[in-house]
T-cell receptor
Framework: AQKVTQAQTEISVVEKEDVTLDCVYE???????LFWYKQPPSGELVFLIR??????QNEISGRYSWNFQKSTSSFNFTITASQVVDSAVYFC??????????????FGIGTKLQVIP | EPEVTQTPSHQVTQMGQEVILRCVPI?????FYWYRQILGQKVEFLVS????????KSEIFDDQFSVERPDGSNFTLKIRSTKLEDSAMYFC??????????????FGQGTRLTVV
């Protein structure tokens, strides 16, 4: 079975603060993929990052960074110097071979981030 | 930049009616998906489609749902007899592959289905 837990349902920060969104996952597979998606108020889903289980290097993309730690089954997402435009729901997601392929992506419940000006 | 497009953006239908949601995946992608998101809840996988057939489906995807790729560009989700609980945002997605490379799914902007 696969499961994604985002324990923070809502976070509010003041603009320019750093914020970390937590994600903990469960899988029996050794090969799996982790994702983060952003859902702004307009409703669409925006792909942010994909990580495979063999690549534990942390990644930075502008103000965004991701910390993948297999030892704690976590894939946390940090926004540095947050901006109002970062206000959105952020979903962590996982795909593994448990259902016969990697096509099914299981999403966490999402963390709603509000950045206050 | 190529994107997945969905039409319509919002559809209102009466309970019991059939509805077809349409999607145009990114042109060089081979895997297509439908997900749904009931308001305020998480995004749930419905079905994946590859090589003109369903490759995987969830328990939500029962006999009232069907998918089709009627031509080389469109990918549709049909709900035969809509129920109130089918009201949700439906997302189409596509990916190049399902394997180690190119498996990230790019999502459309969604179709909000309201069943009244």
């Amino acid at each position: 079975a696969q499961k994604v837990t985002q324990a923070q349902t809502e976070i509010s920060v003041v603009e320019k603060e750093d914020v970390t969104l937590d994600c903990v996952y469960e899988t029996r597979d050794t090969t799996y993929y982790l994702f983060w998606y952003k859902q702004p108020p307009s409703g669409e889903l925006v792909f942010l990052i994909r990580r495979n289980s063999f690549d534990e290097q942390n990644e930075i993309s502008g103000r965004y960074s991701w910390n993948f730690q297999k030892s704690t089954s976590s894939f946390n997402f940090t926004i540095t110097a947050s901006q109002v435009v970062d206000s959105a729901v952020y979903f962590c997601a996982l795909s593994d071979s448990s259902s016969g392929g990697y096509q099914k992506v299981t999403f966490g419940i999402g963390t709603k981030l509000q950045v206050i000006p | 930049e190529p994107e997945v497009t969905q039409t319509p953006s919002h559809q209102v239908t009466q309970m019991g009616q059939e509805v077809i949601l349409r999607c145009v995946p990114i042109s060089n992608h081979l895997y297509f998906y439908w997900y749904r998101q009931i308001l305020g809840q998480k995004v749930e996988f419905l079905v994946s489609f590859y090589n003109n057939e369903i490759s995987e489906k969830s328990e939500i995807f029962d006999d009232q749902f069907s998918v089709e790729r009627p031509d080389g560009s469109n990918f549709t989700l049909k709900i035969r007899s809509t129920k109130l609980e089918d009201s949700a945002m439906y997302f189409c997605a596509s990916s190049v592959s399902s394997g180690p490379r190119g498996s990230e799914a790019f999502f459309g902007q969604g179709t909000r289905l309201t069943v009244v």
